[in-house]
C-alpha cells in the first residue's frame, strides 16, 4: 500500500496538502484558489477526480479562502467540526458540510482520516493522520506547542508535514509588533524551527521516509536555513521545505509488511452559519 502526498502552497499565504492513494485522495485544506489549486495539480499529474473530500484544520483564512468554489465545483464534501464552520465565516450554502470529532476514524474510500485537537488560536483547531493500510501521514501546522497528542501521532507517521514556521532570533529581531511575537510564541501560536527540530530529533520512528518542513514565516524564516538545520539531523529521512510559492513534487510514501482494517463510521451534517471571517497568523 502507497500514498502519494505533496504540498500544493505551505504558508500564511495559503495551505493546501494533498494526500492519496492510487484511487482515492482528501486535500487538508484549501488555502489557494480553485484556479491555483487545479493547476498544481495539473502540474503534478494529479487529478481532481481522485479527491473526495476536503477536511479544514481551522477557520484561519490561509487555510480555508478556497473551499467555497472548490467544493461546489467539484462536489466535495467538507469535514469541518461545528466550532470551526460557525467561525469562518464563509459561502458555506449548497455544500456538503460534515462534521468531525477528535479521534473519530473517518473512512473515505481505502483512506482513514483521524483528527486531533491542537493548540492554536482559533476556535476548534485539529491535525489530522490519513492513512491507507499501515501507511500514515500527519499535517501538523499551525501549532503552538508540540503536545502529547502531536508527539503521539507523529511517531506513528510515515511521513509528515511539519510546520517550523520561524527562526528565534529572525522573530526577536525583526520588525513585528511586541504583542504579534508574543502570540506567536505564546502556546497557541506556531511551532518555531526548533521546537520542530528537537519533536524531529527525539521522537522521529525509524520508519519516517520524509518530513515535510510546512508553513515557513515568510518574515521570520528562511528555507535554506531550515534545509539545513533538518538536513544535519535526518539520519535516513528526506527533507523537504514547502514553498510559499508552488507545490513540491508528489513524494510515494510506502511500509512493507501493510495490514488493512476498515473502519465505517457515520457523520452527522452540521449547519452553516456564517460569522466575520478569521485572519491568519503569520
Ligand atoms: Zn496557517
Ligand atoms: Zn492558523
Redesign the pocket.
Known amino acids: 500500500m502507497q500514498l502519494f502526498i505533496t504540498s500544493l502552497n505551505s504558508g ?1 499565504n495559503g ?1 493546501c496538502y494533498y494526500v492519496g492513494n492510487d484511487r482515492e485522495a482528501i486535500l487538508v485544506d484549501a488555502g489557494i484558489s480553485c484556479r491555483e489549486t487545479e493547476k498544481r495539480m495539473k502540474r503534478l499529474g494529479l487529478s481532481m477526480g481522485k479527491v473526495k473530500a476536503i477536511f479544514i484544520s481551522h477557520e ?1 483564512s ?2 480555508i479562502r478556497g473551499i467555497a468554489v472548490l467544493a461546489k465545483k467539484y462536489q466535495l464534501p467538507v469535514f469541518i467540526t461545528p466550532a470551526t464552520l460557525r467561525n469562518a465565516g464563509l459561502g458555506f450554502t449548497g455544500l456538503q458540510v460534515i462534521s468531525f470529532q477528535a479521534e473519530e476514524v473517518i473512512s473515505i474510500g481505502k483512506l482513514t482520516v483521524t483528527a486531533f485537537a491542537k493548540q492554536h488560536d482559533a476556535a476548534d483547531p485539529h491535525s489530522f493522520v490519513v492513512a491507507c493500510g499501515d501507511v500514515k501521514v500527519g499535517v501538523f ?2 501549532i503552538g506547542v508540540p503536545c502529547a497528542n502531536l508527539i503521539h501521532h507523529f511517531q506513528q507517521c510515515h511521513a509528515a508535514f511539519l510546520e517550523a514556521n520561524y527562526d528565534d532570533d529572525m522573530l526577536d529581531q525583526g520588525n513585528y509588533p511586541f504583542y504579534l511575537k508574543r502570540r506567536i510564541r505564546g502556546g497557541k501560536g506556531h511551532l518555531s524551527n526548533k521546537q520542530a527540530l528537537e519533536l524531529f530529533t527525539a521522537c522521529k520512528p525509524s520508519f519516517m521516509s520524509h518530513v515535510l518542513l510546512a ?1 515557513l514565516s515568510k518574515n521570520n524564516n528562511c528555507p535554506k536555513l531550515v534545509q539545513e538545520l533538518f538536513d544535519a539531523h535526518a539520519g535516513g529521512t528526506e527533507v523537504v521545505v514547502a514553498s510559499r510559492f508552488e507545490e513540491t513534487p508528489v513524494y510515494t510514501i510506502s511500509h512493507t509488511g501493510y495490514r488493512y482494517e476498515s473502519i465505517s463510521i457515520n457523520h452527522k451534517p452540521v449547519v452553516a452559519t456564517s460569522a466575520p471571517l478569521q485572519l ?2 503569520f
Open positions: 500564511s495551505n484561519h490561509d487555510h501546522t499551525d508553513h491568519s497568523l
